[in-house]
């Protein structure tokens, strides 16, 4: 089921205490894709999932399912099913009655529903407790039976509202593994809410990045990665998150260049023709992601001046934090890199990775 | 103020002095939390045993004796009150009213009050005024109120046949006090309104703890209106229903100023309850042996109804 939103915004309250939660929102998800909405809290993802759920109504805009207008249909008319952050499981009914109250609203013949929920129950492993209430189950469990409830009637969209939250770390992964693999094998349209940009990379056939009740990219995970329309996709996105430092761009004899912590850079081609089409000199922000970076001696000519602040060996790699120039930038290098805390190094930055970002309006320039 | 430290290390620098201080008091003077517990019972335990315990035990033993308010002797009868009151019409009348009065009084108040605490949950601008509103039976003397409606329910100029009157619903003044249905029908009357209330602040104060998320997830699943409300509503305020309607129960069963004071009892017998039966034992036929016995039948039929009921409310919980 292809869901279009057009033109949607949504607004609370009256007066002073108006809010736009959401503002000006188009938004194409295709059928059977798994779409992220993510950004910090109060972004309007929330509402947004709600109004595609029927729960809200949209101030303003329409939203399609397929080609049928459903703006104004009651959630039981859009054969959604929906996983909510505290489960909401039904907490007088048993595991069986909790999956199969749905089915029995919509005066499902019993045996029908026997055999759908027993299936159901066989895929998600909850088959031994079916007879036990909620306050009787553990977190993990709880989490099953509310996606149980979810896809025991087979709907056309199913909507997840920060499902993983409430776990613990460990569960938590597992579970987003089993929930990608639950989505190849059902292939139903999938929106998915969360303020974890790692759940949104590592689940989404498509991220929807929002911020302040506004879209700000929506692509491909590795799209938002590689080219981020702006500082905030661009620090949002990533663990440890994007650099960036101020930097100015000025006219030398060899064309435009950058100049950053008294440094100058040349820039690569791309970019230097972006920005000969602007104005003359500019403050832009120059972004770097953490494993773009690399150390040098800092004696050496063209390096970034940088001393060592803190080091945080996480295994694999390790993140060095540094100050340049009084900005702090993180770099994640190889775990046996020796350095430690006040050393004075000099950054070496892959200029073909690089990111600049207009200095006023954070849009990026390419 | 350094007397109090000074037993302990005096003098020297303040470290060291710290360290001392903290001598633990004397062992034999130490008492566990359990103990302390204890303790804090007792003005309790013993007040409720002056107050409570001993005067039921006393009205008890009494029910087992003839005793007269103006002879200070009491002869030991036996079951013979207990036979008089199984012998007497009256008893097994006012028994009947009561039932009827307790039944008719607490499901009315149930439906009402469900329904006001569903209306008073909606968000709607300027619900609290009448949220406050609410208390405002509840918190008026029952003397207060039992005139008042004496006046309402007066047949020649009361307000309640004047607004039944001008709306149609009835062509000619009902006498309310002087006929025994309608007698009835105006104590409940007023009892419903005096104690609606309490319904619904437990069954507001319920509804406001139950989680939205649960309104959401089942309009999801598809459920209308009145399947959320049987589904989801009832269900979570079964505990605390089951709670108010064995309380309202015994309070109704006892109650006794409110009839008393509205219709005393009449006309002739038709709305005594145990309560005024009992009253009217000890006050008008001096028989203070028959009231206390009175006491000990509501008492074993209160005791066995809320068993039953709580028994059977915990049976469908499982």
């Not at chain 1, 100058?264 to 104005?279: E, G």
């Not at chain 2, 199984?86 to 149930?110: E, H, K, M, N, Y």
Request: positive net charge.
């Amino acid at each position: 089921m292809e869901i279009r939103l057009q033109g949607v915004e949504k607004v609370f309250g009256r007066g002073a205490r108006t809010v736009r939660a959401v503002r000006a929102l188009d938004l194409v998800i295709p059928s059977g894709e798994f779409v992220t909405l993510v950004g910090p809290s109060g972004c309007g993802k929330t509402t947004t999932l709600r109004m595609i759920a029927g729960l809200e109504r949209p101030t303003a805009g329409r939203i399609f399912f397929g080609d049928r207008d459903v703006t104004d249909w009651e959630p039981r008319d859009r054969n959604v099913a929906m996983v909510f952050q505290n489960y909401a499981l039904y907490p007088h009914m048993n595991v069986f009655r909790n999956l199969a109250y749905g089915l029995r609203v919509r005066r499902t013949a019993p045996e029908v529903i026997d055999r759908q929920v027993q299936d159901t129950a066989r895929v998600l492993e909850i088959g031994s407790y079916l007879d036990r209430k909620p306050r009787e189950l553990s977190g993990g469990q709880r989490q099953r039976v509310a996606l149980g409830r979810a896809i025991v009637r087979n709907p056309a969209v199913f909507l997840m509202d920060e499902p993983l939250s409430n776990l613990d770390a460990k569960l938590r992964l597992t579970t987003r593994a089993e929930l990608k693999r639950l989505h190849l094998e059902l292939r139903t349209t999938t929106v998915y809410v969360t303020h974890d940009q790692l759940e949104a990379m590592t689940m989404s056939d498509r991220v929807a990045v929002m911020h302040d009740g506004v879209l700000q990219q929506y692509d491909g995970p590795a799209v938002l990665y590689e080219r981020p329309v702006n500082t905030f996709v661009a620090g949002f996105i990533g663990s440890p998150p994007m650099n960036f430092l101020p930097a100015t761009v000025e006219r030398s004899q060899t064309g435009m260049a950058l100049q950053v912590a008294g440094v100058t850079v040349a820039l690569p081609d791309p970019l230097r023709r972006a920005l000969d089409q602007r104005a003359e000199r500019r403050q832009v922000v120059l972004g770097v992601r953490p494993e773009h970076l690399r150390f040098q001696s800092p004696q050496v000519a063209g390096v970034l001046p940088a001393r060592v602040f803190v080091v945080e060996p996480v295994g694999a790699e390790t993140y060095v934090d540094l100050l340049v120039n009084g900005h702090r930038v993180v770099a994640r290098v190889d775990a046996d890199t020796a350095v430690s805390v006040d050393d004075k190094v000099g950054l070496v930055v892959d200029l073909r990775r690089i990111h600049l970002f207009d200095g006023e309006t954070g849009q990026a320039i390419r | 103020m350094s007397a109090p430290y000074g037993r302990h290390g005096h003098a020297g620098s303040g470290g060291a002095v710290a360290l001392t201080v903290f001598v633990p008091p004397p062992r034999r003077w130490r008492l566990s939390d359990r103990q302390v517990g204890v303790l804090f019972m007792v003005p309790f335990i013993l007040v409720a045993a002056a107050f409570i315990l001993w005067p039921v035990l006393e009205a008890v033993r009494l029910a087992f004796y003839s005793k007269s308010p103006f002879r200070p002797t009491m002869t030991y009868v036996g079951l013979d009150n207990f036979r008089y009151l199984f012998g007497d019409p009256v008893f097994w009348a006012a028994l009947r009213q009561a039932v009827v009065w307790t039944l008719s009084s607490t499901i009315l108040q149930s439906i009402l009050g469900v329904g006001l605490a569903l209306l008073l949950h909606q968000a709607i601008r300027g619900i609290n005024v009448f949220r406050g509103l609410l208390l405002f039976p509840y918190m008026v003397p029952t003397v207060v109120i039992a005139l008042i409606w004496r006046w309402m329910f007066n047949p020649e100029f009361g307000i309640i046949n004047a607004t039944l009157l001008r709306f149609g619903v009835i062509e000619k003044n009902i006498y309310w006090f002087s006929e025994p249905t309608w007698a009835m029908a105006s104590v409940i009357l007023l009892n419903v309104w005096k104690f609606t209330p309490f319904v619904v602040i437990c069954v507001l104060a319920r509804l406001q703890m139950i989680p939205v998320d649960l309104y959401d997830a089942a309009r999801v699943d598809g459920a209308s209106a009145w399947q959320r409300f049987r589904d989801i509503t009832l269900p979570q305020l079964k505990a605390v229903l089951s709670v108010v309607v064995v309380f309202r129960t015994i309070w109704t069963f006892n109650k006794f100023e409110e009839i008393y004071l509205l219709t005393r009892g009449g006309p002739g017998t038709s709305t005594f309850n145990l309560a005024v039966y009992g009253f009217e034992q000890a006050t008008a036929n001096l028989k203070l042996g028959v009231a206390a016995a009175t006491g000990v039948v509501m008492l074993a039929l209160l005791f066995t109804g809320s068993a039953l009921y709580l028994r059977l409310i915990g049976r469908q919980e499982e």
